[in-house]
């Protein structure tokens, strides 16, 4: 056996199901806390999963006393317990990093804190409509309303274009903790996988994402007229960001590319993440092979992280029909280069991630020639 210790993860979702697949390689067990036919737990068949919620403490403890690291692939958990049991098993990273992230509005505030530069954001928290129209005339329109906490895919985001957007925004968003943002007129999306080990930060290269219906789309690995310089600012940006956090694994960074060629953070995700999933097969490790060996201190060479051919990654989302996820994974059989991924979820609800796909090609040119009618189908199938 390659390690004996047992690694428990909050969640088993996709990015769960993925690290098993890179802890299976190298015979680690993974100990699952979600429901019983989660994504993550098709996969691994062992005794060791916990049947529960990630947000439910009894279940954080059960999972933390049969493991040595505990680990989570969402933010969305109960850090009170994590803390609790902080002293008994690792948990990487810091439950104090989970708490901090997983509040949107809390996060900005301790980016800038720190000299991270972030999009200006405003507490809208029980300021009801009149601090809407307040922070519409301190920021202009449009302008971005934001829940603070178990956002995801744009759920728990509100555009809002104009004073007379504000009724519809509270009526969307206003059962929940609000912040506001300025909007960020950017001319490109770039993220930045970033790796917190006992000895440093790495970074994996800087890719560009598309977003539709603020919804990650598509990753362009290396991004498209993206100078080295820039892509070189947006991973010294990222390394900044995570070395403000404590605790070891990987951290996705979101940032925003201003016309000037501005770098703002947008987010920050404390685990795997979409825009790393080109790492499977357009690099020599991993997001998820990194993030193992972050938290269980396995030697990462840092040239195991760079790009060895541009990849273009394309999710596969539920669409208009119930399989019309399965049948872009059809049409996807017919192209050489690209490499399949179906996650194993339940109901395809329209706009759900169901799966993703990766084509490498010696050039970006060739990839994007060859994943373009995957692009065209999709779109066609779209909900
Ligand atoms: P994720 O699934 O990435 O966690 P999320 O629900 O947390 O998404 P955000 O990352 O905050 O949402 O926003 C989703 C998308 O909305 C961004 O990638 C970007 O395209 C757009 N967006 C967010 N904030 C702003 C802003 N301040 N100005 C302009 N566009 C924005
Ligand atoms: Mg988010
Ligand atoms: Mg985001």
């Keep these: 056996m390659a390690d004996s ?17 890179a802890a299976n390689r190298l015979n680690i067990q993974v100990n699952v806390l979600d429901a019983a036919a989660s994504p993550a737990k098709q996969i691994s068949a062992h005794d060791g999963h916990i049947e ?33 049991v902080a002293g008994e098993v690792a948990v990487e990273p810091s439950w104090k990093t989970l708490r901090t992230i997983k509040d949107k509005y809390a996060q900005k505030g301790y980016l800038k804190e720190h000299g991270v530069d972030v999009a200006e954001s405003e507490d809208l928290e029980g300021k009801g409509a ?31 274009k104009t004073a007379d957007d504000v009724d519809a ?18 001319r490109m999306e770039l993220a930045v996988m970033v790796v917190k080990t006992k000895d440093g930060v790495l970074t994996f290269p ?5 977003h539709e219906d603020s919804i990650c789309k598509l990753t362009y690995a290396p991004p498209r007229n993206v100078s080295k310089t820039t892509t070189e600012r947006a991973q010294e940006l990222a390394k900044k960001a995570i070395g403000a956090f404590e605790g070891k694994g990987v951290f996705g960074v979101e940032m925003f590319l201003l016309k000037d060629d501005t770098l ?5 995700a404390p685990r795997p993440h979409n825009s790393g999933h080109y790492t499977i097969e357009a690099c020599p490790l991993s997001q998820y092979d990194a993030h193992l060996r972050a938290i269980l201190d396995i030697p990462i060479p840092s040239s195991a992280l760079r790009l060895r051919e541009p990849s273009i990654m394309l999710n596969i989302l539920g669409g ?20 399949i991924h ?4 339940g109901d395809a609800r329209p706009g759900r991630k169901m799966g993703h796909i990766t084509v490498t090609a010696p050039t970006l040119v060739e990839a994007e020639t060859e994943i373009q009618p995957l692009i065209d189908f999709v779109d066609d199938q779209k909900g």
């Design 52 to 84: 529960g919620s990630f947000k439910d403490a009894s279940a954080v403890k059960k999972l933390a006393q049969a493991c040595d690291v505990v680990t989570v692939e969402i933010e969305h958990v109960d850090t009170h317990m994590l803390e609790e």
């Design 320 to 339: 208009k029909n119930p399989d019309s996820h399965i049948q872009v994974a059809h049409k996807a059989y017919a192209s050489p280069n690209a490499s």
């Design 169 to 186: 925004a509270i009526k969307a968003l206003g059962d929940r903790p609000l912040y506001a943002e300025r909007w960020a007129d950017f």
């Design 342 to 345: 179906l996650y194993g979820k």
């Design 206 to 210: 800087t890719v560009e994402t598309v």
């Design 5 to 21: 210790r047992i690694v428990g993860v909050l969640g088993g979702g996709q990015l769960g199901r993925m690290l098993i697949e």
């Design 130 to 160: 009149d601090g809407l129209k307040a922070v519409g005339e301190r920021f202009g329109y449009p302008f971005m309303l934001k829940s603070k906490t178990d956002a995801y895919d744009g759920r728990g985001n509100f555009v809002v």
């Design 264 to 268: 703002l953070i947008n987010e920050i």
